[in-house]
């Protein structure tokens, strides 16, 4: 109790200091100190822990309002030395707007980047600076912010041009930059220094405080207290569910709030968790960290006293405080800057600033970001103190030059990786999974070096080339560690045991592939540099290869009459890497050499005559040749890691520096070599030198006695080092290789793109290398290769590829994969097929290579590749033994083409005076030497011209031919005449290309021929069918024909009767026995009262679709009566089919596999399917559509052709009569008191001789079609009412009417909104679905209780027919009439059937639905709103009468009402009500009674032409005015008119009570959504979660129904609903949508459907870029627009109740959704 006390007394002691408390006074004190650190600190220490802190709960609001008052007033005070109010709106007025917008991003809030200003892409502006500056009219970037960085317009830094928005354009005026201190008087500059000196050393005191139970001296407060607080702390190695768990077992709490203890120490950093005494938090302290200590490091918790915890609690409210002071003034801004980077006494790295960045690991996130942002609106706010800031952030940025941080960086990144082999490489081979996260960390260090180099230098002084080159020879040094590091051997005999660690490795290699291009880049921005740069390079490659060689032994190679020196060395069986950093580095300073022509300008300064050619081809080669054994199967026993390394070699991330670079330096090394050595060098390596060598290598070496494999394994090796040659003569692409330009190089890798298939902009994207800005030129240039194709409502934008750049096209493309290769290959041939070309595909024209690369082209005339290719040839002539290949031949004459098209080039482009030395056609047409005396290439070729076995290639050895004969023309002409050479050449050519197009028009001739030919064939076969079938197809025809016309020949009036659906004179049904076919046993059977069920498969739902109220609460399922269905729609029960027929015995056996299926999986694992058995549901057997019910098919009823019908009034008099002789009979059947019964029998049983009340009549169907009448019934009772089913429950049809009259409305408002007729355009599957319904409604009361079926139809009634026996019936305000109208027609067969008197069912239909049309009538007139004030239309005499009736109506209906119904004048007003009003309602009266009835419908109705309303009436038997149902029978209504107003709900109503709905009601829409999707990021990043106080949401989620803005997937909106935790979407669908909900994540940009709690499935979002591709998850940030096609379609699935469907479907299609926890989102 004691402890109570106290705790009271505190907050009153306070008080009486608070009111004595003066800050202006405390001000003035401390104005005259002369110690005033000691007088602050003593304030301090006095009042902070009596204001925070003082027990568990902590109590922010009072809390900040005291720290205000008695903390933060006297500080403000001191400072202006006046009233703060006054002096910092002063500071204010004289401030100058600083030019940097500095605006701090919330966590989700849109940023945008422009592609082509931003110097690089953390370059961002806020949405108004964006929407205010020039890049709105650029290529921008939009993401989403992780929070915490800031808006940088105003930096010009940040921006290559533009770099203010309109909002912060700097004056003219004050370009002078003047010192902001100047406006300020001394003694307040002196003022403001002391205070923020105090203020901001005692923040950074206490956030970088660590002992727990004291204070810092003077701070130590005058009376302590033994109150501690247990503190749990974040850190990045236990999961959410490990602290809940932990923090339940420690402090005792619930589920609940352990989930709200994590979700606090996960947003801030650190979280109390107990409040006590000492003792008390220690023992929690040390279960937490015995709980957490088993699998790792325990959770971090300290006991703290709560004085300390109160100091820290204050200090961050101090440094919010400083944030908040200074944004009135710059002045005030600069003297904070200033105070906080002053030196301490301890010298360097002393000053506030830097404490607090070294001490930065050691704080809580809550603390890191307060200083954060104080930081970011100081010290970054300021454009001097930025730089000296920058400074002291790395020691750096002023930057290479100066402070060398290019070495620092490396050298600290370098100092990280300890683990080396011998020769000092890296070894990342013993990682634990504890060093690979602090690897991950120490990358970020390359990332620091990423933005160092991004903006080039335009000058260099000597000092920076000094330290660049510095920097460089660290970077050398890395380079050096890491060249040759995970080397592999090749495993033979047994498959590698542990899969060896390559990830560390590659991850290094990826983070410094922009390095090395952007070092590069920096080289050739200066000659020296580069000149420099190549000599270090060179050098340390050699270093890297002295180490290598020893012990490889020397041998020679010979062939062709050439030798040459190499080492032995068998990649496949020594160590070899992937890795080779030094060695692309200096293939990339090589092409430089080219490209800035320093080679040819400045050759003395480079060491090109010590360079060592097969050195530096040797370890390329060796990787290369690794990978052609990779493909070759020779490798497999290494298992996946090497296939990993290879793959990303090639991928399009490394290739940049792996693949392209290695293939660079083999064309430096063979450029500058005989290249036949290079080529004996290549098939060295590549293992194949035995083949070629030998001296009869083109008869077939034997292989016969070799093994398989080794076959297979060599014919791959000789396609690989085919392809490696022809990439080495053929790839010059790169500028400095070829004479090109940059965008060339981009537009051929997009036209080899665009050769395998149309493209999407991403998918291009992807395919080509990114820049360090993520950039990947390729907008540049696509429009010149490629036009763009604009998506449909579904797919996304194409570009398909210009045909005139098909020519460019290259089969052996460097960066194909060979999936690719063979894809574009299969596509190219098919484009020439269909353009009537030959289906050759040469190599394309190529750019000349520049001077330093020149001698590559004579590879392809050297004697060993002529060899070589003769060989391959002579193989292809007689093929024996599987030692050759197809692709080996294609490749071949791939080179030949090359070689002829080369010189063809090199003809046209030499001048006269010197010879074209390079010769080909002489080459290829030379037979060899002496002693075996081969055959030339181009014999070779002649002969496989006609070779049986390469019908393929046929093509393409014509095209050699045909390029041979016409080089050979050329050089005759070039020989014999110095004329114009060209028009002979033209000549010859022309020559060839009539005969080509000759040929080519042939094969057209014939293909022509051969398609007429086949086309007669199927149309003869198709006539032969028809007749053999004829019976079958008549019955077609004639269905066909049936349902367009009217088909009237059986009515017995003339034919051309209008067709009517309902009442006595309704037209006859078509007598047509209907036939189906059972989907599982394919038997026929007619449908028939008497014979086996047919079932129709159904899903049955609840539904808010057309709900006009979605505020009403759900109701109590047990209690509830859904017999009278409220206008507002607000539940409904929608059935839905696809339309499938099967025997219900067959279904039956069908769903109990179902079940059965089911229960094994459980047992086996725990998985949802998209189909929930436990709830009936199950998959349309034939298109697995999800169902949870079958429906009985039903024959059609008979009607009745009596003669006289009774007329209104006699009817409602035999009416009235059955319903007493039913009260009677009920009331029979209850036991009450025996007198009150004998007398009303006595005096009711004259009236009543054609109604036999206790007539039970036999049920006309089946017992198969019962049992399903009971299915179908209790299906749609359990889940409209969301029940347990139960048959005998009296709801079951009441709930099976309201589904036939809501899926009615619900199709016909469909039809309405989609602007199709209302007859003829329902898909069959809708169509039989309602008359099923229908049909199924009429019949229901066969099932249930007959007592209880009347006792219903009594109670309906009684809400038309006032009925004193009934007590409680609704006002006709709140009852829908379709509903009404549906109910009453169904439940009227359980009192027809006994009813002997001859009273037809049609006529009592006829009469309810005229009495409920003047209901629907009266009920409109009555919730019409006051007229709109429109021109008093001058309508003809044809609507004047309707006018004058409705007036008269309307004035009967105000004298029963009197002054709740407003005076009306124009009778023009009220039609209009009506008539546009009661539409829906006849129309769902049409669609019901057609189908219940099955009467044809009149054709007018299958269009949409003018003069329905007219054909409509006639349809339904209604007068063209529907008045006249009133005054015909006005006696008669008038009364019931009396009864229906004078209820007291009507007056109520009306007088603003109740829900008041107008008709027609309007069809719901999806919400609206804005144009552009940054509007919504920008709606989701102001949203806070409801339950975490102004938190902000992770995933805010989109309700599209209703517009709510949701904070989903996290414990914190987490409700409990039918005893399940679920998250908010699932709990806002069982509110909003009856369980179905369509949502849009704000920040994945996803559409999200759910059903239930278990299904769910993710949609394309409607949002487009201007590519037409959709951008799920947001990840490249184009800006994004709203498709309104595809919102339709979304919008459609949801009014066609469809949704459910779609999840189903996305389930089956997709196993992941399946596992997802849908419930929680």
Not at 189 to 207: G, P
Not at 236 to 260: D, F, G, P, R
Not at 1535 to 1546: D, E, F, K
Request: aromatic share 8%; charged share 20%.
């Amino acid at each position: 109790m004691a402890a109570a006390e106290s705790d009271r007394e505190v907050p009153s002691a306070l008080c009486t200091e608070f009111l004595n408390f003066s800050a202006k006074d405390t001000a003035l004190k401390w104005i005259q100190v002369t110690d005033l650190y000691k007088e602050v600190y003593q304030h301090l220490a006095r009042y902070v822990p009596k204001i925070y802190c003082l027990g568990p709960n902590l109590n922010p609001q009072s809390e900040d309002l005291l720290a205000q008052l008695l903390l933060q007033a006297p500080l403000e005070w001191y400072l202006c030395g006046e009233d703060p109010s006054t002096g910092l709106a002063k500071l204010e007025q004289n401030n100058q707007p600083s030019q940097l917008c500095g605006h701090v991003f919330r966590v989700g809030e849109p940023t945008y980047s422009c592609r082509e200003c931003a110097a690089d892409p953390t370059c961002v502006l806020c949405m108004q600076c964006f929407l205010g500056s020039v890049h709105k009219e650029h290529r921008y970037r939009m993401t989403t912010s992780g929070g915490g960085g800031f808006c940088d317009c105003g930096d010009t830094e940040a921006w290559k041009k533009g770099p203010y928005c309109q909002k912060h354009e700097p004056n003219i005026s004050d370009s002078c930059q003047e010192d902001p201190l100047a406006h300020l008087s001394t003694d307040m500059i002196a003022r403001c220094y002391n205070v923020f000196a105090i203020v901001l050393k005692y923040a950074v005191d206490m956030l970088t405080w660590d002992k727990e139970d004291e204070l810092p001296p003077g701070l130590e407060p005058p009376d302590r207290g033994d109150t501690y607080y247990c503190m749990l702390f974040n850190d990045e190695v236990h999961t959410y569910e490990q602290v809940i768990y932990t923090l339940q077992k420690a402090v005792n709490c619930t589920q609940k709030e352990a989930v709200s203890f994590a979700t606090t120490v996960d947003r801030d950093g650190r979280k109390s968790v107990r409040f006590g005494d000492f003792a008390f938090c220690e023992q929690a302290k040390s279960v937490i960290v015995r709980n957490t200590s088993r699998q790792s490091k325990p959770l971090r918790v300290q006991v703290m006293h709560s004085s300390v915890v109160a100091h820290q609690c204050f200090a961050l409210k101090a440094l919010h405080w400083l944030g908040h002071v200074i944004g009135y003034s710059d002045a005030l801004r600069r003297i904070l800057c200033q105070v906080g980077l002053e030196r301490g006494p301890e010298g360097e790295n002393s000053s506030l600033v830097d404490t607090l960045m070294l001490c930065d690991s050691k704080m809580w996130k809550g603390a890191r970001n307060v200083y954060h942002q104080l930081f970011m609106s100081s010290l970054l706010m300021d454009l001097k103190y930025k730089k000296l800031f920058a400074i002291q952030f790395a020691k750096a940025r002023m930057l290479i030059t100066e402070e060398n941080l290019m070495t620092t960086i490396i050298r600290t990144f370098v100092d990280h990786l300890r683990h080396r082999d011998l020769q000092g490489r890296f070894q990342f081979e013993r990682y634990t999974a504890q060093q690979a996260f602090k690897f991950r960390r120490v990358q970020s260090l390359i990332g620091d070096l990423k933005y160092i180099l991004i903006s080039r230098p335009t000058e260099w002084s000597d000092q920076l080339r000094e330290k660049f080159l510095e920097g460089l020879d660290t970077f050398l040094e890395l380079f050096k560690c890491m060249q040759g590091m995970d080397p592999v051997v090749r495993q033979v005999g047994q498959h590698i045991e542990m899969e060896p660690e390559w990830e560390a490795a590659f991850t290094l290699q990826m983070k410094l592939t922009h390095i090395i291009s952007m070092m590069q880049e920096w080289c050739a921005t200066d000659e020296r540099v580069l000149i420099e740069a190549y000599k270090k390079c060179l050098t340390a490659l050699t270093h890297c290869h002295s180490g290598f060689t020893d012990g490889e032994q020397p041998i020679t190679l010979s062939m062709c009459g050439h030798s040459v020196d190499t080492i032995r060395y068998c990649v496949s069986q020594e160590k070899v890497s992937i890795h080779l950093p030094v060695s692309r580095l200096l293939a990339g300073l090589h092409v430089l050499l080219s490209k800035m022509e320093v080679a040819y300008r400045f050759p003395e300064q480079l060491p090109l005559s010590e360079l060592s050619p097969p050195m530096l081809i040797e370890h390329p080669l060796r990787c290369l040749v690794l990978c052609a054994q990779v493909h070759a199967g020779m490798w497999r026993r290494n298992g996946f890691s090497l296939v990993n390394q290879i793959y990303y070699y090639h991928n399009v991330k490394c290739r940049v520096e792996m693949f392209d670079k290695d293939l660079i330096m083999l064309q430096a090394g063979a450029s500058m070599m005989d290249p036949n050595h290079f080529l004996m060098i290549v098939l060295s390596r590549f293992e194949l030198y035995h083949i070629f060598s030998s001296a009869d290598c083109r008869k077939s070496y034997n292989r016969e006695n070799t093994n398989k494999d080794v076959v297979q394994q060599n014919n791959t090796l000789i396609e690989e080092m085919l392809h490696l040659i022809m990439m080495v003569v053929g790839e010059r692409f790169e500028a400095g290789v070829g004479q090109v330009e940059g965008c060339d190089e981009i537009k051929r890798e997009i036209i080899h793109q665009l050769c395998i298939r149309p493209m999407a902009h991403s998918e291009l994207v992807k395919a080509l290398p990114e820049n360090e800005n993520k950039e990947t030129g390729m907008e540049r240039v696509i429009d010149s290769v490629a036009s763009f194709k604009k998506p449909g409502v579904t797919g996304r934008g194409l570009y398909e590829l210009r045909p005139e750049c098909a020519k460019q096209f290259n089969l052996y493309f460097h960066h194909y994969s060979r999936a690719d290769q063979s894809k574009a290959e299969e596509a190219q041939r098919k484009l020439k097929r269909q353009n009537g070309e030959d289906m050759a595909l040469p190599p394309p024209m190529l750019p000349p290579f520049s001077p330093l690369f020149a001698s590559l082209v004579n590879i392809l005339q050297c004697d060993v590749l002529l060899g070589m290719l003769g060989a391959v040839l002579q193989w292809a002539v007689e093929p024996s033994g599987g030692h050759w290949s197809e692709s080996m031949l294609q490749r071949v004459l791939h080179l030949i083409g090359m070689g002829l098209l080369e010189e063809q080039q090199q003809l046209k482009n030499s001048s006269e005076d010197h010879d074209v030395s390079f010769n080909f056609t002489l080459k290829i047409s030379r037979p060899g030497e002496a002693p075996s005396n081969t055959a030339s290439v181009l014999a070779l070729l002649e002969n496989l011209q006609n070779a049986p076995h390469l019908e393929v290639h046929k093509d393409m050895i014509r095209w050699i031919l045909k390029m041979v004969a016409s080089i050979k023309t050329m050089r005759e002409l070039t020989a014999s005449t110095y004329t114009v050479t060209a028009s002979g050449s033209h000549g010859q050519e022309e020559m060839v290309c009539d005969k080509d197009k000759a040929e080519r028009k042939r094969k057209a001739e014939m293909a022509r021929l051969r398609r007429e030919k086949i086309m007669a064939q199927m149309s003869e076969m198709q006539r032969h069918f028809i007749n053999e079938n004829k019976e079958l197809f008549q019955q077609s025809l004639e269905e066909l024909y049936a349902s367009t016309s009217t088909s009237l020949e059986h009515s017995p009036t003339s034919s051309d009767a209008a067709l009517v659906c309902v009442g006595p004179r309704r037209s006859r049904p078509r007598e047509k026995r209907q036939v189906v076919t059972c989907i599982l046993c394919q038997e026929e059977q007619e449908i028939r009262a008497d014979s086996k069920a047919m079932v129709l498969a159904a899903f049955v739902q609840r539904s808010t679709v057309m709900s006009k109220n979605r505020k009403r609460p759900p109701h109590d399922p047990e209690h509830y009566d859904p017999l009278f269905m409220h206008p507002d729609l607000s539940f409904g029960t929608h059935t839905g089919s696809c339309g499938h027929i099967m025997h219900s015995h067959c279904w039956q056996r069908y769903f109990e596999a179902v079940q059965a299926k089911e229960q094994r999986r459980q047992q086996r694992l725990r998985v949802h399917t998209s189909y929930d058995v436990g709830n009936g549901e199950f998959l349309c057997p034939l298109c697995e559509c999800l169902s949870n019910t079958v429906i009985p098919l039903l024959p059609g009823t008979k009607g009745s052709n009596s003669c006289e019908q009774p007329g209104l009034g006699q009817w409602l008099k035999i009416s009235g009569q059955q319903i007493k002789a039913m009260h009677s009979a009920h009331r029979k059947l209850q036991p009450v008191g025996v007198d009150a019964v004998e007398e009303t029998v006595e005096e009711q049983c004259p009236a009543t001789e054609n109604f036999r009340i206790d007539y039970t009549p036999m049920s006309p169907y089946s017992s198969t079609i019962k049992e399903m009448l009971t299915t179908f019934g209790t299906a749609t009772y359990k889940v409209g009412l969301k029940v347990h089913p139960n048959e005998q429950d009296p709801r079951v049809p009441i709930m099976c009417w309201g589904s036939c009259a809501y899926t009615i409305q619900s199709i016909e408002r469909l039809l309405v909104d989609e602007e199709k007729p209302l007859f003829g355009s329902l898909p069959c599957r809708q169509d039989d679905c309602l008359s099923s319904l229908a049909r199924f409604g009429s019949a229901c009361w066969t099932a249930a209780s007959q007592p209880s079926v009347q006792g219903h139809y009594i109670r309906l009634v009684a809400a038309l027919i006032p009925d004193p026996q009934v007590e409680t019936s609704p006002c006709i305000l709140d009852i829908d009439m379709l509903h009404l109208l549906v109910s009453v027609v169904l439940s009227y067969g359980s009192v027809h059937s006994q009813d002997s008197s001859g009273l037809s069912v049609d006529a009592v239909q006829l009469h309810f639905f005229h009495l409920i049309t003047v209901a629907h009538m009266v009920q409109m007139l009555l919730t019409s709103g006051p007229e709109e004030v429109t021109m008093e239309q001058e309508s003809g005499g044809a609507e004047r009468e309707e006018e004058e009736d409705i007036c008269t109506l309307y004035n009967t209906l105000r004298t029963h009402l009197g002054s709740s119904l407003p005076e009306v004048a124009s009778g023009w007003h009220l039609w209009r009500c009506v008539k546009t009003g009661i539409l829906p309602y006849l129309r769902g009266a049409a669609l019901f009674f057609h189908h219940l009835n099955g009467i044809p419908t009149p054709p007018e109705l299958h269009a949409l032409c003018p003069g329905q309303w007219e054909v409509l009436c006639g349809y339904l038997s209604l007068p063209a005015n529907l008045l006249q149902l009133y005054h015909s029978q006005k006696e008669l209504l008038e009364p019931l008119l009396y009864g229906w107003c004078s209820h007291p709900g009507v007056r109520q109503t009306l007088q603003g009570g109740g829900v008041l709905v107008s008709f027609p009601r309007e069809s719901n829409s999806l919400i609206d959504l804005p144009d552009d999707y940054s509007a919504l990021i920008n709606q989701a990043s102001s949203f806070t979660c409801p339950k975490s106080g102004g938190d902000k949401s992770r995933a805010p989620t989109l309700c599209l129904v209703c517009g709510s803005m949701l904070c989903s997937q996290s414990y914190c909106c987490q409700t409990e609903l039918d005893g399940e935790d679920v998250g908010a979407c699932t709990a806002h669908t069982f509110a909003c949508g009856a369980g179905v909900g369509i949502f849009l994540r704000v920040r994945e940009s996803q559409v999200l459907f759910l059903s239930g709690k278990t299904k769910g499935c993710f949609y394309a979002p409607p949002y487009l870029d201007d590519y037409g591709e959709t951008d799920q998850g947001l990840r490249r940030g184009n800006p994004l627009h709203l498709c309104h096609q595809r919102y339709r379609k979304i919008q459609k699935l949801w009014r066609q109740h469809s949704v459910t469907e779609e999840i189903g479907h996305a389930q089956e299609a997709n196993q992941t959704l399946v596992g997802i926890d849908w419930q929680h989102l």
